[in-house]
Structure formats: structure tokens, C-alpha cells
């Protein structure tokens, strides 16, 4: 569609946060539209939320995944764990209902585990069966975003109130690894265990689709691309635990593809900028 001017209007994009009972599971929620008479292309660094994509129109290409499988046209999907970047077009429009889990929130409201697609897109009705066409054409007919939101708030509760809850030493990892953003050291976190280090690790890949090092580091990319905006790059090396700045570069490198510098001018969208939760600061 075009605006009255005939230029193309920018992506319509509504946030609805996470419901009170889906808190720890569900980080937020997003409701996107964008038309388009051009082709458009776009790069997504490494991120620790898991995107479940409930689509109205036309299929996502995947392009390319640096470190994962499941490229070719995608309509409604979920993005495993994937420590990398991956690169997407369309050519018309994209119109779709995103829902931002959680680690823990995949491993309680997903038919399947974290490590079995982790690195991977796969389709919607694969890792929730009832969420297939039926369902989809549920929320299209809701009309209005609020309401679209509210049908799958419910979805999301009843899912919620029939699973179990997640492994309870992997939850304490997971909460300790995301409250430090990702600075701190696992192996001081295993010995709080009282496990071995591959026990531990095997647990926590299989619930969350990493190991504690790999989801981490995830995480400390994410925290460390937000203070570039604000800090330099020694500075965030520095506030982030990084050996150095060669460090810092490599790990920015293998998340997102391209060097600090490059990843800030291009402000690459992310989960937790469609979230509105981005914060700069590099304490």
C-alpha cells in the first residue's frame, strides 16, 4: 500500500507485553505489517529470545543462517536457539503475528526440545500441533491486534497450565547467566552445583538448546551490541568481560557477521528492539 503523497509508508509495528501469568516465558509480543514495491533483505544478528512467527500473507525467504539449517520460503515457524546470524527477504509484504519466548518459555510451551531445534527454523504446527491452519485463521478473524493478542495470550495460559516446569538446576543457571548479562563464569556456576561440568552442560543444551558457555556468550553479544550506541568499543569490552578488543571483535564476528563498528551504523533489527526493550548503558 502507499500513502496519499505515493511514497511507501514504514512497517506498522504494535507491542502488547507479556501477560502477568506468561512472565519468565514470554518476553512480549509484536504485530508487524510492512508493505513494499521493492525487495527487501534483511541481516539478524544472534539473540537469546526464541521468535515464534504466527504469518497472515506472503512467506519469509530465509536466505541465509550462518550457523543453522532451514533455509527457503517460511510462513508460520519458530527460530531454535542459533548462535549466529541469519539473513531474510521478501518482496511484497510481510504481515504476522511475532511472539518473543523466552529459553524457558520454549522448553514449557513447545511439543518439542529446546535441543532438538535448537539451530534450526521449522514450521509452527511441527512444535505446537494446534497451532495449524485452524488456529491461524482464528486470530486473522480477530480482527484487531488487541484482540488477536488476547486469543493468543489464552493459547499461550492453557499451554502453560499443562506442562511441567523446567528442569530446576538448568532455570537457575539460565537465571544466573541472563541476570549477569552474560559475564558470568560458568564454571564458578557449575561448582555451585556440585555436578560435573559435562552433566551439567548436557542438562542445560537439552532445555534451553545450548551449552551454559555458547547461551551466555549469546547473551553477552546482545547486551554488548546495545552500549556500542552509547560507549566504545574498549569500553564495552572492558564493562562486559571481553579479553580484549580482538576479542570483542571476533565474538561480534561470529553473532552477527560483521565488526562492531559496521553492526552500529547499521542498527540491525532485533527482538529486543521490536520489544521495545533496548537499553544502551555499558554498566
Do not use: N
Not at 94 to 104: E, F, M, S
Amino acid at each position: 500500500m502507499r500513502d496519499v503523497a505515493g511514497r511507501e509508508p514504514g512497517p506498522v509495528l504494535v507491542r502488547h507485553p507479556a501477560h502477568p501469568g506468561l512472565r519468565g516465558m514470554v518476553a512480549g509480543m509484536v504485530g508487524y505489517r510492512e508493505d513494499t514495491t521493492r525487495r527487501v533483505v534483511r541481516r539478524q544478528p544472534a539473540g537469546s529470545l526464541i521468535p515464534l512467527v504466527v504469518s497472515f500473507g506472503p512467506r519469509l525467504e530465509i536466505l541465509d543462517l550462518s550457523h543453522g539449517t532451514g533455509l527457503g520460503p517460511k510462513e508460520s515457524f519458530v527460530v531454535g536457539l542459533m548462535p549466529g546470524h541469519a539473513t531474510t527477504a521478501f518482496a511484497s509484504s510481510q504481515h504476522c503475528l511475532q511472539v518473543y519466548l523466552t529459553p524457558l518459555g520454549a522448553a514449557r510451551l513447545l511439543d518439542a526440545p529446546a535441543a532438538s531445534i535448537a539451530c534450526s527454523v521449522v514450521d509452527l504446527a511441527d512444535v505446537i500441533p494446534a497451532f495449524d491452519e485452524g488456529f491461524r485463521e482464528r486470530l486473522w478473524a480477530a480482527r484487531s491486534w488487541d484482540r488477536r493478542f488476547e486469543v493468543m495470550d489464552r493459547a499461550l495460559l492453557q499451554r502453560l497450565a499443562g506442562s511441567e516446569s523446567a528442569d530446576p538446576m538448568v532455570a537457575w543457571m539460565w537465571h544466573q547467566i541472563d541476570r549477569s548479562r552474560g559475564t558470568a563464569r560458568i564454571s564458578a556456576l557449575v561448582g555451585e552445583t556440585g555436578l560435573s561440568h559435562r552433566h551439567v552442560s548436557s542438562r542445560f543444551k537439552q532445555t534451553i538448546g545450548a551449552t551454559p558457555k555458547v547461551a551466555a556468550a549469546v547473551v553477552r553479544f546482545e547486551w554488548a551490541a546495545q552500549a556500542l550506541h552509547r560507549a566504545s568499543i574498549a569500553d564495552v569490552a572492558a564493562a562486559y568481560g571481553y579479553a580484549d578488543q580482538s576479542h570483542l571483535i571476533r565474538e561480534f564476528r561470529r553473532f552477527s557477521g560483521e565488526t562492531p563498528t559496521q553492526l552500529r551504523e547499521a542498527r540491525r533489527p532485533t527482538a529486543h528492539t521490536a520489544l521495545g526493550a533496548v537499553t544502551d548503558d555499558a554498566s
